[in-house]
């Protein structure tokens, strides 16, 4: 009882403090910016241990965070190896094939307005469909390897690259059409050195869903089918055996590997846009 | 109209063209079996050795099989035929003419994709509707305390990036552990993935208004509630919509995944069963009922949005 009274003082103690940190002039500061949501992070995880210990949660429900953390640590070789099957072999493979693909698409579509009138509404209405029940299927045609969950990756990507990357390549105004004509540009270099950097935007936008999808498109495909290594494959198999705190240590991989991947993307995007409005700041 | 529709038609056709062609390299092996076990003469050899020929090859060389491709009993890739005749057959003949559909008993039958399709679309409505309405308050929250934004607005953009339905199989082995079941678990799952779409896009929508429109509420001492329902809600109608349209999809995906672990009906059930049985002409119509019922939601938030956006008096 003790430890829940604790947590709850914590709680109200660090929403107070964040409350101070955040209330006048001190919330422009850069150290408080970070400060706060990693204090309130924390404060997240401190609770959740206490209320766990102290209402004696069995670690089949819910495990403590530093169980999660003890899991996560203790197995490191098993969980690279996940994260090597799920997201380097099965999700960045089916990405950049499947990028790749609606770039070149997009171009096309582009380039020739019945495609453009034709292939657009079909592909923003894929989009929204639940592309990833074509699991089972690839599963079935691919086998159970990476292969399979690369080729439900390409599917998932395809039309959200495609609808963002056609909807960049339209960015351009007339005027600077109109210029590149002045200098005598054809189609391709205005494509190559107009069309395709105005885009660059849209398609970073869409590269970070996609990603996302990609992600989501790797792990699910994995419950219907994988090698014994994998993201999804340790978390159907450790929740059949009601191990929870391996479910969360992959879950955890899958985290890190999602910020740390949304995080090169960002990069990448603040080197190539760097002209666009929104990264000058 | 026909400017609109007539390229959609045209890719449509093209597709389902390219997919009946598809349809016979995918099967030739099995049918090239059948037909050899049937006592006709086939080109490529025995089995050991046809193995390694290519598929094309075995089609074209095989002409008067090949298009038995399209008419497998258990097909690598039915033909779209295939897949309306096995849509019909789950949906319309199981119900109207079967011996244990809606029109015999009174009651849909399990084994028809419309009761399938029910389940789901239950749990996705009531996990989504719990969903919107809690990102809409924390929304609310965070627009009007600036502690509450700085700790879980990172977190709520962060949450974007990782994969949140891989939990989905945890959250309905515990939840059944504890003794929840039925359609509960699959909604929590799907609230869950609809809630932070729509936290991120109704905080922006929220803080959409500028300087001088809120100045112009100040002018006129509006409290802040009286500023949170006459400007801030009503600029934040169009994120709102954008990200319902988003959360529904994703929605629906967290229904279908959590319906994986638990066999007791629903489309992603009926998915995973078509997996287990080879049943893949049945894996088939149930992935295009879940297209049918996603495009349908998807289009239910855009006739909501233009119907309230009209209500609203702004131009369409």
Same mark, same amino acid.
């Given at each position: 009882?003790?430890?829940?009274?604790?947590? %709850?003082?914590?709680?109200?103690?660090?929403?107070?403090?964040? @409350?101070?940190?955040?209330?006048?002039?001190?919330? #422009?500061?850069?150290?408080?910016?970070?400060?706060?949501? &990693?204090?309130? !992070?924390?404060?997240?995880?401190?609770?959740w241990e206490l209320l766990v210990r102290g209402l004696e949660v069995p670690p089949a429900i819910l495990p403590a965070p530093s169980r999660i953390g003890a899991t996560f640590a203790g197995n490191l070789p098993i969980l690279w190896g996940d994260f090597v099957?799920?997201?380097?072999?099965?999700? &960045?493979?089916?990405?950049?094939? !499947?990028?790749?693909?609606? &770039?070149?698409?997009?171009? +096309?579509?582009? #380039?020739?307005?019945?495609? #453009?009138?034709? +292939? +657009?509404?079909? @592909?923003?209405?894929?989009?929204?469909?639940? %592309?990833?029940g074509v699991a089972p299927i690839m599963v079935m045609w691919f086998g159970f390897g990476w292969q399979s969950k690369a080729a439900v990756v390409v599917l998932m990507v395809f039309f959200p690259m495609l609808v963002n990357t056609v909807a960049g390549l339209q960015d351009t105004t007339q005027m600077q059409r109109d210029l590149m004509r002045t200098y005598g540009a054809g189609y391709w270099p205005t494509l190559f050195k107009l069309r395709l950097p105005a885009a660059m935007p849209f398609v970073f936008n869409g590269l970070k869903v996609a990603f996302t999808l990609a992600m989501i498109g790797a792990i699910v495909a994995e419950f219907f089918g994988s090698p014994t290594q994998g993201i999804g494959f340790r978390i159907s198999t450790s929740n059949g055996a009601l191990q929870l705190d391996m479910v969360w240590a992959a879950i955890l991989v899958g985290a890190l590997a999602g910020s740390a991947v949304y995080g090169i993307i960002s990069l990448i995007e603040r080197g190539v846009t760097f002209w666009h409005p929104s990264q000058r700041t | 109209m026909r400017r609109a529709v007539l390229p959609v038609l045209w890719v449509v056709m093209a597709l389902l063209a390219l997919w009946y062609v598809a349809a016979i390299p995918m099967n030739i092996r099995e049918v090239v079996t059948e037909a050899e076990r049937g006592g006709a003469e086939v080109w490529?050899?025995? /089995?050991?050795? *046809?193995?390694? *020929?290519?598929?094309? /090859?075995?089609?074209?060389?095989?002409?008067s099989v090949a298009l038995n491709g399209w008419a497998q009993e258990r097909p690598r890739l039915p033909a779209p035929h295939q897949v309306a005749q096995e849509l019909y057959a789950s949906t319309i003949g199981e119900e109207v003419f079967g011996r244990r559909g809606f029109f015999q008993t009174g009651e849909l039958s399990n084994r028809s994709l419309v009761y399938h399709a029910g389940v789901t679309l239950g749990a996705t409505v009531v996990g989504f509707l719990i969903g919107a309405a809690a990102g809409v308050?924390?929304? $609310?929250? $965070?627009?009007?305390? *600036?502690?509450?934004?700085?700790?879980?607005?990172?977190?709520?953009? $962060?949450?974007?990036?990782?994969? $949140?339905?891989?939990?989905?199989p945890m959250i309905i082995v515990v939840m059944n552990s504890v003794g929840v079941q039925g359609l509960l678990p699959k909604a929590v799952i799907s609230a869950y993935l609809s809630f932070f779409p729509v936290v991120v896009g109704m905080v922006k929508g929220l803080r959409a208004p500028d300087r001088m429109q809120l100045d112009q509420m100040h002018t006129?001492?509006?409290?802040?509630?009286?500023?949170?329902?006459?400007? *801030?809600?009503? /600029?934040?109608?169009?994120?709102?919509?954008?990200?319902?349209?988003? /959360?529904?999809?994703?929605a629906l995906v967290g229904t279908i995944v959590g319906e994986l672990p638990v066999q007791r009906g629903g489309l992603g059930a009926r998915m995973l069963a078509g997996s287990y049985y080879g049943q893949t002409t049945q894996i088939w119509a149930a992935l295009l009922m879940a297209a049918v019922l996603a495009a349908f939601l998807v289009w239910l938030m855009g006739w909501l949005e233009r119907r309230t956006l009209r209500a609203m008096g702004v131009p369409a």
């Amino acid at each position: 009882m003790m430890l829940v009274i604790l947590a %709850i003082l914590v709680w109200i103690g660090a929403w107070a403090l964040n @409350g101070w940190l955040t209330r006048g002039g001190r919330h #422009r500061s850069p150290v408080v910016r970070t400060a706060v949501p &990693l204090i309130f !992070g924390a404060t997240v995880l401190l609770v959740w241990e206490l209320l766990v210990r102290g209402l004696e949660v069995p670690p089949a429900i819910l495990p403590a965070p530093s169980r999660i953390g003890a899991t996560f640590a203790g197995n490191l070789p098993i969980l690279w190896g996940d994260f090597v099957q799920t997201i380097l072999k099965g999700a &960045l493979s089916g990405l950049a094939i !499947g990028v790749a693909a609606a &770039l070149v698409v997009a171009v +096309l579509v582009d #380039r020739y307005d019945v495609l #453009r009138r034709g +292939l +657009l509404p079909v @592909g923003s209405f894929m989009a929204a469909l639940p %592309i990833v029940g074509v699991a089972p299927i690839m599963v079935m045609w691919f086998g159970f390897g990476w292969q399979s969950k690369a080729a439900v990756v390409v599917l998932m990507v395809f039309f959200p690259m495609l609808v963002n990357t056609v909807a960049g390549l339209q960015d351009t105004t007339q005027m600077q059409r109109d210029l590149m004509r002045t200098y005598g540009a054809g189609y391709w270099p205005t494509l190559f050195k107009l069309r395709l950097p105005a885009a660059m935007p849209f398609v970073f936008n869409g590269l970070k869903v996609a990603f996302t999808l990609a992600m989501i498109g790797a792990i699910v495909a994995e419950f219907f089918g994988s090698p014994t290594q994998g993201i999804g494959f340790r978390i159907s198999t450790s929740n059949g055996a009601l191990q929870l705190d391996m479910v969360w240590a992959a879950i955890l991989v899958g985290a890190l590997a999602g910020s740390a991947v949304y995080g090169i993307i960002s990069l990448i995007e603040r080197g190539v846009t760097f002209w666009h409005p929104s990264q000058r700041t | 109209m026909r400017r609109a529709v007539l390229p959609v038609l045209w890719v449509v056709m093209a597709l389902l063209a390219l997919w009946y062609v598809a349809a016979i390299p995918m099967n030739i092996r099995e049918v090239v079996t059948e037909a050899e076990r049937g006592g006709a003469e086939v080109w490529g050899g025995t /089995a050991a050795e *046809r193995q390694d *020929r290519s598929a094309w /090859a075995l089609a074209l060389r095989n002409p008067s099989v090949a298009l038995n491709g399209w008419a497998q009993e258990r097909p690598r890739l039915p033909a779209p035929h295939q897949v309306a005749q096995e849509l019909y057959a789950s949906t319309i003949g199981e119900e109207v003419f079967g011996r244990r559909g809606f029109f015999q008993t009174g009651e849909l039958s399990n084994r028809s994709l419309v009761y399938h399709a029910g389940v789901t679309l239950g749990a996705t409505v009531v996990g989504f509707l719990i969903g919107a309405a809690a990102g809409v308050l924390l929304a $609310i929250g $965070i627009v009007h305390n *600036r502690a509450m934004d700085m700790s879980v607005m990172p977190w709520a953009v $962060i949450s974007q990036t990782i994969p $949140i339905v891989a939990l989905a199989p945890m959250i309905i082995v515990v939840m059944n552990s504890v003794g929840v079941q039925g359609l509960l678990p699959k909604a929590v799952i799907s609230a869950y993935l609809s809630f932070f779409p729509v936290v991120v896009g109704m905080v922006k929508g929220l803080r959409a208004p500028d300087r001088m429109q809120l100045d112009q509420m100040h002018t006129w001492s509006a409290t802040q509630a009286e500023t949170l329902w006459k400007l *801030r809600l009503p /600029a934040s109608v169009p994120y709102l919509f954008a990200s319902l349209k988003i /959360a529904i999809a994703a929605a629906l995906v967290g229904t279908i995944v959590g319906e994986l672990p638990v066999q007791r009906g629903g489309l992603g059930a009926r998915m995973l069963a078509g997996s287990y049985y080879g049943q893949t002409t049945q894996i088939w119509a149930a992935l295009l009922m879940a297209a049918v019922l996603a495009a349908f939601l998807v289009w239910l938030m855009g006739w909501l949005e233009r119907r309230t956006l009209r209500a609203m008096g702004v131009p369409a």
